[in-house]
């Protein structure tokens, strides 16, 4: 078994607190891999401890608005997790309820950052119209009518304008896209963290959960200066 396959994530214990050390491990390879009893996957240093620091908590900031109060719609009764634990859960869903979507119609924006599209000097591209199969087209009507009321696009007379091929996904859906506008665009690079990084960031917690961004990449509004760039032509019109 090469070294390299496990991956550890690093942490510091008391050993006066605890006997059993729980480290989260990771199969980094391409195949199963049977830990046997006296396999050595890590190494154990004793540290100096030079003083007890305060322990500091940050407190969630308190959110204004109306906030729906409905009861949390979540069932818990074939998970693991005690009584006390399933409280804690629906309390904690409870002070976030407004970030949850209640319908598929709902769609959340950050006012954290908006979305540039550099295109340095290159000139406004219009490509024609592409044929719409007609057994597609109801589908492009209600996409078109779906994202119009969700206030996701508008009515436009941008001199930009893209065609629009319907991607079919694996669930049987299509996907609408305009992806014309990639070829004109500065690709931007943003450094990702490694996975070691990732595991050592998790040292301590005993509850993961997975959350999903709804329509995620409708969430970040596009610069006003650049949103002309994103137009795109159906037979219904111009977006």
């Known amino acids: 078994m090469a070294q390299q396959d496990i991956l550890l994530g690093s942490a510091v214990v008391r050993h006066d607190l605890i006997y059993e050390v729980p480290v989260v491990a990771m199969n980094n390879s391409d195949a199963?891999?049977?830990?046997?009893?006296?396999?050595?996957?890590?190494?154990?240093?004793?540290?100096?401890?030079?003083?007890?620091?305060?322990?500091?908590?940050?407190?969630?900031?308190?959110?204004?608005?109306?906030?729906?109060?409905?009861?949390?719609?979540?069932?818990?009764?074939?998970?693991?997790?005690?009584?006390?634990?399933?409280?804690?859960?629906?309390?904690?869903?409870?002070?976030?309820?407004?970030?949850?979507?209640?319908?598929?119609?709902?769609?959340?924006?950050?006012?954290?950052?908006?979305?540039?599209?550099?295109?340095?000097?290159?000139?406004?591209?219009?490509?024609?119209?592409r044929r719409t199969p007609?057994?597609?087209?109801?589908?492009?009507d209600w996409q078109i009518k779906n994202m119009e009321e969700r206030g996701v696009i508008c009515k436009s007379s941008s001199s930009w304008s893209s065609p629009i091929p319907l991607v079919p996904q694996k669930d049987e859906t299509y996907r609408f896209c305009a992806d014309t506008l990639n070829d004109v665009t500065k690709t931007e690079i943003f450094p990702l963290p490694s996975i070691r990084e990732c595991l050592d960031s998790l040292c301590g917690s005993i509850m993961f959960s997975t959350l999903?961004?709804?329509?995620?990449?409708?969430?970040?509004?596009?610069?006003?200066?650049?949103?002309?760039?994103?137009?795109?032509?159906?037979?219904?019109?111009?977006?």
């Not at 959110?63 to 006390?84: E, F, H, I």
């Not at 057994?135 to 492009?140: H, K, N, S, T």
């Not at 999903?212 to 949103?227: A, F, V």
Request: hydrophobic share 30%; charged share 25%.
């Open 32 to 129: 199963p891999i049977k830990l046997y009893k006296g396999t050595t996957i890590g190494q154990l240093t004793a540290v100096q401890v030079e003083s007890e620091r305060e322990v500091t908590t940050r407190q969630a900031p308190v959110r204004t608005g109306p906030v729906n109060v409905d009861p949390v719609a979540v069932d818990l009764n074939n998970s693991c997790l005690t009584s006390q634990q399933k409280c804690q859960v629906i309390n904690l869903l409870r002070d976030y309820r407004d970030v949850f979507a209640n319908t598929d119609s709902e769609v959340g924006r950050t006012d954290r950052t908006k979305f540039k599209i550099n295109t340095g000097t290159n000139l406004p591209v219009a490509l024609k119209l």
């Open 134 to 140: 007609l057994a597609l087209r109801p589908e492009v």
């Open 212 to 239: 999903d961004l709804h329509s995620g990449y409708w969430q970040i509004e596009i610069d006003h200066k650049d949103r002309h760039k994103t137009a795109f032509t159906t037979e219904s019109g111009h977006w």
